[in-house]
């Protein structure tokens, strides 16, 4: 049970991410060009909500992305939990600052849309207060880790605060729904297809294509720079352990 | 019988950084809690009892947990009666409100205090060494904090009735639906963030930080319902809520179980 055994032999597929850095930081930044281009001077405006509805491009891959990196986080915890393997806490380090990050232009982009669109900035929506809330569960798991030094306990007390606050989300969801109830209907996977015209579900489409590259490039670095750190600690305990200092 | 070792030269820079082999990369497995203890459940029980009624004879000696927070409580519900339009229409919204934000900090006060005084003398070392299951230990460290809390909430909610002008009448079997199911849920989380935060930089100061957020769910069926059963409302109306509850009491207690023999091996 003690720390013997090595992981050499387990393979541990999110780092071949780190190999694909910099093709994925490439597409990333050809992306985000293209949708710039696309949402800000091809595509139509809507006929209703006008310019603000731009928006709409950032505001929803955003929120993707920020599901998408809390969800790995998820996963991550578990799997540490479970193995113990330190590479799947480096993982969940890595996307909680991201979904933090990604979660953050959601809660910003929103309120420029909802005020000439809405009428207000913010609204206490099931959809809003959800997202809130996860916000706030993923900058409390930032502050643990922060909090405690150890590694080898800091990534079981996050990876306990990232499977509860994930677990929570559901929860918090319903309570929100049920308690008030003004976000716009979703718009793309409905039951008779996408309701909205082809230019703007593909400019979507690129957005979610072009969101999703540059958190995996992110993803990537900040994984890296998570190891290095694990390791640097490591070599630094070894080094102390020699000298018998520690 | 020393074997020399080389430590990796770091005074000079190296011209590129050395490719490292997978199991440097990997590190070593983080240690885990070993296999199952024996005991069984009788033993294991035996065990959070014992754990309880330690907790309940330190707190007949101090009185820290019910006296002093719970004078804290109360002191909230005073504040707040001053502090908001008590008496008008939406009083019931504001009593359960109140109770509710009086009920959070409190009982993350008390659950703070025990837990810190529980690392303090070792004493949660010497725990761990018992010969039982150590999801024993967390239980009987929940049934004394639901006990502490129970008691406190039971010298609060008159007092609120009475201070807020809030008649309960038809609604009492869903207030104590509301108080009991929303108190488990919120000492189980402030009895696995408090093993957590004791151990971090901030010791417990950092407790709140970590129970709040994920407690809003919680908070916002407790009130809701608590604010219902204060208007007369029936346990039928507000299945919901109390449904609600009980799916998160049961996904805290859950992890909390789960994950504790985690938390607490060194």
Not at chain 2, 196 to 213: F, G, K, N, S, Y
């Amino acid at each position: 049970m003690a720390g013997t055994e090595t992981l050499a032999a387990k393979r541990f597929a999110p780092a071949g991410l780190l190999r694909w850095r910099r093709p994925l930081g490439l597409a990333a930044a050809a992306g985000m060009a293209a949708l710039a281009v696309t949402a800000l001077l091809l595509v139509a405006p809507d006929a209703v909500q006008g310019p603000p509805q731009r928006i709409f491009y950032i505001h929803v891959p955003s929120a993707w992305v920020g599901f998408l990196a809390l969800a790995v986080v998820f996963v991550a915890s578990v799997r540490y939990l479970v193995t113990g393997d330190p590479r799947h806490d480096d993982l969940a380090s890595a996307s909680a600052g991201l979904g933090v990050l990604f979660t953050t232009g959601v809660l910003l982009t929103g309120p420029l849309w909802a005020r000439p669109v809405w009428g207000a900035y913010w609204v206490w929506d099931p959809r809003l207060t959800s997202f809130f809330v996860l916000w706030l569960v993923y900058l409390s798991y930032l502050a643990l880790r922060r909090q405690v030094t150890d590694p080898v306990r800091r990534a079981r007390y996050s990876a306990v605060l990232g499977v509860l606050g994930f677990l929570d989300v559901p929860i918090v969801y319903m309570s929100v729904n049920w308690w008030r109830g003004m976000h716009p209907e979703q718009v793309v996977i409905t039951a008779d297809g996408p309701r909205m015209p082809a230019a703007m579900l593909a400019t979507l489409l690129l957005g979610l294509a072009a969101f999703t590259l540059f958190y995996l490039y992110l993803l990537a670095i900040r994984l890296g720079l998570a190891r290095a750190r694990r390791l640097a600690w490591a070599t630094d305990a070894t080094a102390a352990d020699m000298e018998g200092t520690r | 019988m020393t074997t020399p070792v080389t430590m990796p030269d770091v005074t000079t820079t190296p011209a590129r950084i050395p490719v490292l082999d997978q199991a440097t990369i990997a590190g070593p497995v983080h240690p885990r809690p070993g296999g199952r203890v024996p005991g069984g459940v009788r033993a294991g029980l035996r065990a959070a009892g014992l754990v309880a009624a330690k907790d309940l004879r330190l707190e007949s000696r101090t009185h820290d947990a019910v006296g002093t927070v719970g004078l804290f409580a109360l002191l909230i519900l005073v504040t707040a009666s001053f502090a908001l339009p008590t008496g008008g229409p939406d009083r019931a919204g504001i009593a359960a409100g109140t109770l509710w934000m009086a009920i959070l900090f409190a009982s993350l006060l008390g659950i703070g205090r025990t837990q810190a005084l529980e690392s303090e003398e070792g004493c949660l070392d010497a725990l761990l060494l018992a010969p039982v299951a150590r999801e024993y230990l967390f239980l009987g460290k929940l049934a004394a904090s639901l006990l502490f809390t129970v008691a406190v909430e039971m010298a609060l909610v008159p007092v609120l009735l009475l201070l807020m002008q809030v008649p309960v009448g038809s609604g009492l079997a869903l207030l104590l639906a509301a108080l009991g199911l929303g108190t488990l849920g919120l000492v189980g989380s402030g009895c696995l963030f408090a093993v957590i935060a004791v151990r971090t930089r901030m010791r417990q100061a950092l407790l709140p930080a970590l129970v709040m957020p994920v407690a809003v769910p919680l908070m916002i069926a407790s009130v809701q319902a608590t604010g219902a059963a204060l208007t007369g409302a029936t346990v039928g109306a507000n299945m919901h809520w109390l449904a609600l509850l009980v799916g998160f009491d049961a996904m805290v207690l859950l992890v909390a179980v789960l994950a504790f023999p985690q938390l607490v091996e060194e």
